[in-house]
């Protein structure tokens, strides 16, 4: 079975929608006719989120990524005759966000917690954002104190624990001591949801929507 045809399955029976369904919904329902940069848009996914965004009738799509283009994502993108538009930079390097330029639409998964300044990393997507942000982040849960974010580097391994949870791959800094050659493939924040959301709010984004998952949240956020 498709991912579409399993996403209505899962509907039809009521049942929370997976994060990539989520993901592809919400695309889906902000693309139609506007610009869109998906940052962080290549390990375990090829682009997948860009070519939905065509799909969805996204008028122009760029992804960016640290990796380069993998052969997965160079085959899909010639079958699309090349319309999603590679940029292999980092997003908190200010040249990357100058050779994006804007779009209407950014699309940042799976990043927000990799990097050691996400504040820093909200306030570049801010600024290639010209409308709209949809934002996915893992998180941790609510601790005592609102808005807690935990700094992994060098937690002991038992407050990591504490935090982590079964996952199909080894989380690099969370189930691992933080591992310096590896950069921004570590987990260096625990970030409870209010976290986040105060995050992005400082960083110059309005709060439209929030869909709570079990370790992870997606904002749908306004750029102000
Ligand atoms: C956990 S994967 C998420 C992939 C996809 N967005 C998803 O949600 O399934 C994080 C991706 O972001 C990229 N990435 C991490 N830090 C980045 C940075 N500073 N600039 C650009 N890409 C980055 C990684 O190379 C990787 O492809």
């Known amino acids: 079975m498709n991912a579409t045809n399993t996403a209505r399955l899962r509907r039809l029976l009521h049942l929370r929608p997976t994060v990539p369904d989520r993901y592809r919904e919400l695309i889906a ?13 290549m390990w375990g996914v090829h682009g997948a989120y860009a070519f939905h965004a065509l799909d969805g009738g996204a008028t122009q799509v760029t992804g960016v990524d640290l990796m380069s283009p ?25 040249s990357t966000a100058a050779a994006l330029g804007t779009a209407d639409v950014v699309f ?8 050691p300044n996400p504040l820093l990393t909200l306030e570049h997507l801010r600024r290639i954002c010209a ?11 609510e601790q005592r104190q609102p808005q807690t974010a935990v700094f992994l580097p060098f937690l002991s391994p ?29 987990w260096f924040w625990g970030l409870t ?18 869909h709570w998952h079990r370790r992870s949240i997606c904002l749908v956020c306004a750029a102000v």
Do not use: W
Request: with cysteine; proline share 4%.
């Open 158 to 186: 038992r407050a990591r624990r504490a935090l982590s949870y079964r996952s199909a791959d080894v989380k690099i800094g969370l189930d691992t001591d933080f591992v310096r050659g590896e950069r921004y493939a570590n």
């Open 193 to 210: 949801p209010s976290a986040v959301e105060a995050m992005v709010r400082a960083a110059g984004f309005e709060v439209r929507e929030r």
């Open 70 to 94: 993998s052969p997965e994502f160079v085959t899909r993108n010639l079958a699309y005759e090349g319309r999603v538009r590679f940029v292999q930079g980092d997003i908190n390097d200010p």
């Open 108 to 115: 940042c998964a799976g990043v927000l917690y990799h990097v």
């Open 131 to 141: 409308g709209t942000l949809l934002l996915g982040s893992a998180t941790i849960p």
């Open 29 to 41: 329902r902000h693309v139609r006719g506007r610009t869109f940069i998906d940052v962080g848009c």
